[in-house]
């Protein structure tokens, strides 16, 4: 079973400029979830998808964005990049929404 | 809002030795909690789950955790570690119902096994 993927590995931007991350999630998995693992500041979650609709977001502000797809594949939108949002970005997906998820290895964001 | 402690950032053993990291959580609600873990270059892994039933939680390579509700823990433990298992360790808690059901994570800590 392939786990859940993430594309690019890496991806480097200069500030004011747009990103787009991608995950698949695990086939047959419905969740999705964003974490952003910054240096020092550990683990926070950004965003949750499920069946396509954004059920829940964290303390992020609203230049995060993003969205699930029919597939239930999803993208993560970051606009006018500032060097803070350099981190590395998981996500994870999970068969339902109250089930153990499983990450991703990861889109390093580096802003230069 | 939901919160997870982690008391060690880094713990150094010898192979054989005896392993307990804390994890506190503060959340009112019936929780779910995890351990995770991050091996050197490798992706997050689900180390043990408690959902409900049994506090005492078994989970892959010989670790376990132990819920104790009235003290908000979540410990895990390995009566003897092993070289392999240097790697950076997470506890993490999800509300049980409503509508967060994202983890949220504790800073994690750092085992370095010495040989």
């Known amino acids: 079973e392939a786990g859940v993927t993430q594309s690019p590995t890496h991806l480097i931007k200069t500030r004011g400029q747009q990103a787009t991350l991608r995950c698949s999630p695990i086939s047959g998995h419905t969740s999705v979830y964003w974490y952003q693992q910054a240096l020092g500041l550990g683990l926070q979650f950004l965003l949750w998808?499920?069946?396509?609709?954004?059920?829940n977001r964290g303390n992020f502000p609203p230049r995060f964005s993003g969205r699930q797809f029919p597939n239930y594949s999803s993208e993560l939108n970051v606009n006018a990049l500032e060097l803070e949002d350099s981190a590395l970005y998981l996500c994870?997906?999970?068969?339902?929404?109250?089930?153990?998820?499983?990450f991703g290895d990861g889109t390093r964001l580096s802003i230069l | 809002a939901q919160s997870v402690s982690q008391h060690n950032h880094h713990v150094i053993l010898s192979e054989a030795a005896s392993l307990e990291l804390g994890c506190n959580y503060s959340y009112g609600g019936t929780v779910n909690l995890f351990w995770y873990v991050q091996y050197p270059g490798q992706h997050l892994q689900l180390l043990l789950k408690?959902?409900?039933?049994?506090?005492l939680v078994k989970g892959i390579k010989g670790f376990e955790a132990e819920f104790i509700k009235s003290k908000f823990s979540f410990n895990l433990r390995k009566p003897s570690v092993q070289w392999s298992d240097t790697a950076e360790y997470f506890c993490?808690?999800?509300?049980?119902?409503?509508?967060?059901?994202?983890?949220?994570f504790g800073s994690g800590t750092q085992l370095t096994v010495l040989p």
């Open positions: 993490a808690v999800t509300a049980y119902s409503g509508s967060a059901r994202q983890l949220t």
């Open positions: 998808y499920d069946e396509g609709e954004e059920r």
């Open positions: 408690y959902f409900s039933g049994d506090p």
């Open positions: 994870a997906s999970s068969p339902g929404s109250n089930q153990p998820q499983h």
